[in-house]
């Protein structure tokens, strides 16, 4: 065969080839295009919640009819993802503790006044947030008695949760230990002293009325200062990992009436 008949055999083989990878992008375009349709007609795809507009899905308490979670009495309530509890008369010394029930799972909680009005801010001029701590509870403080709390969960799937106030212990010199932790603090300082050792992390999320945050996350061994937003009432959240041992101390403040232990109530 000449070089020229070898040319042209070159360049149909070529174009078959270029045909046959044409058709393979095309179906598997066709194919990705029926999976989508199913999962967004399944609600894989959902953003925000169930039976609520668009225009709302991420900012709920500005929805004008928004949803109310369930209250199956006894403190518990249950809704999907955006879900609003309406608190009212709570104890504003007190933290309000939102505990996942029934394996459901719970990220993290919103809070404003009645109607969806803003009157403590977070990040953002948004409302505040509070993130799960390590014990899967969300804590939350506020500053005034009537509250609604906005629940962020999974998309696609019911939470169910217990609202109590306080029960989590006070602690206004030093703490320390070998395991989790969560305790309330209150006093006048915004600083503390953190030591570690062992081997291992440790890492402190702090809770102000204007939300939770990360203070802190090192490796064991350790001594250093840690400081939060000023705020009269913190809940600290202490996670240590492998045998880390912490020790975390307060400094002595003007003398003031300290809380007294209160047993878990329901609001």
């Known amino acids: 065969m000449s070089a020229g008949g070898q040319t042209s055999a070159s360049r149909t083989a070529v174009a078959r080839l270029g045909g046959f990878t044409a058709f393979v992008w095309i179906a598997g375009l066709v194919v990705a295009g029926i999976v989508a349709l199913v999962y967004v007609d399944d609600g894989g795809f959902d953003v925000g919640p169930v039976g609520v ?3 709302y899905a ?3 308490w500005t929805s004008p009819d928004p949803i109310a979670a369930d209250d199956l009495g006894g403190g518990v309530y249950e809704g999907r993802d955006g879900a ?3 608190l009212t008369g709570l104890d504003v010394d007190q933290p309000v503790v939102l505990t996942p029930e029934d394996g459901t799972y719970i990220s993290s909680v919103r809070v404003t006044g009645p109607g969806g009005r803003i009157v403590t801010e977070g990040e953002y001029d948004q409302p505040p947030r509070f993130f799960s701590l390590v014990d899967d509870r969300v804590v939350v403080l506020v500053d005034q008695p009537d509250v609604e709390l906005w629940v962020d969960g999974l998309s696609d799937e019911t939470w169910r949760g217990r609202v109590t106030s306080g029960g989590l212990g006070w602690v206004n010199d ?4 070998f395991e989790s932790a969560v305790f309330t603090h209150a006093g006048e300082a915004s600083t503390a002293r ?3 050792r062992g081997e291992g992390r440790v890492s402190i999320q702090v809770v102000t009325p204007h939300g939770s ?3 802190f996350d090192g490796e064991a061994p350790l001594d250093q200062s840690i ?3 000023d705020a009269p009432l913190v809940v600290f959240s202490v996670d240590s990992w492998e045998d880390a041992g912490w020790r975390l101390e307060f400094p002595p403040s003007s003398p003031t009436p300290t809380p007294s232990p209160t047993p878990e109530s329901t609001p």
């Open 194 to 196: 953190l030591s570690a």
């Open 53 to 55: 507009d668009a225009d």
């Open 58 to 60: 991420r900012e709920p």
């Open 84 to 86: 609003v509890i309406r």
């Open 213 to 215: 945050e990360y203070t």
């Open 174 to 177: 030093v703490a320390s230990g």
């Open 227 to 229: 400081a939060w937003p």
